[in-house]
């Protein structure tokens, strides 16, 4: 029965491939490090050798290595990271389910990874992948083909899908006795397989996919049907919308 499951991804150029497979369209896929705060832009049309190669390297170094799930319109260069604004394409929708444990000090989250799991698998929808970041689960719900934004049109309505996936999850969460944050932006950056979580340097922890299953992949409309709104009060609304306004304090980890 084993030999019929479908092979994980393992590589960094093997989960790029299943976020944006047989992508034609134009756009930058943007690799960020901490604590240096550089950006390395690379045209997807270009091929996904070079971001293997940089993030084996940057790995290496020791640095904390993300990517921009969201596809930046130009080459944003070294020390800019793009926005939402200038975001043209996204695979799909994504959420940071923190972990409790080194790295997290909010008290209210689930205790391992086994709670995390069973709270994403009582989700209408089950993800593409999951991804473990050394310090939580990144579930992904990928789109059949993915979502290339035209315009502002089309980036206000991609965030409020995300806005709606996240608050259901976060509402759900709640039931448990869990605090989770909304990572809802567009310019969202999440740590990438093939590179190590080194928060705690003496305990390096690799980022890697955990779970894979590709017959799961959605619409758009598949998403807003399956996940139903969920109603909050004007200030936790304000709260989300500034948060999604921000930018990272200096020398900190990515909002």
């Known amino acids: ?5 479908p092979a994980i ?5 093997q989960f ?5 497979p047989n992508y034609q369209g134009t756009g930058f896929l943007n690799i960020w490090t901490a604590p240096d705060k550089i950006t390395h832009p690379f045209a997807l049309a270009e091929g996904l050798d070079a971001v293997e190669v940089t993030v084996q390297d940057l790995t290496r170094q020791g640095h904390h290595v993300y990517v921009q799930i969201g596809l930046q319109a130009t080459n944003v260069g070294s020390y800019s990271r793009g926005k939402e604004a200038t975001t043209v394409a996204i695979p799909g929708l994504w959420h940071d389910t923190d972990i409790a444990g080194p790295g997290h000090k909010q008290p209210n989250l689930p205790q391992d990874l086994a709670a995390a799991r069973d709270l994403i698998f009582s989700l209408p929808l089950p993800p593409t992948i999951i991804v473990h970041s050394g310090g939580g689960a990144y579930p992904l719900w990928l789109f059949k083909t ?16 995300s806005v709606r996936l996240q608050a ?4 759900e969460g709640r039931k448990r006795g869990y605090t989770l944050d ?13 590179s190590l979580n080194v928060k705690d340097p003496a305990n390096p922890r690799p980022v890697h996919v955990i779970y894979y299953e590709p017959a799961n992949r959605y619409t758009p409309d598949d998403i807003e049907q399956a996940f139903p709104p969920v109603a909050t009060t004007p200030m936790v609304a304000n709260k989300v919308a500034n948060k999604h306004m921000a930018t990272a304090p200096s020398g900190q980890f990515p909002l």
């Open 1 to 5: 029965m084993s030999e019929n499951l």
């Open 9 to 13: 991804p393992e590589t960094t150029k």
């Open 16 to 20: 790029l491939q299943e976020l944006w």
């Open 146 to 161: 993915p979502w290339e934004l035209a315009d502002d049109a089309d980036r206000e309505k991609a965030k409020a899908l």
């Open 168 to 171: 259901f999850i976060n509402s």
């Open 182 to 194: 909304s990572t809802a932006n567009l310019d969202r950056l999440l740590r990438i397989p093939g």
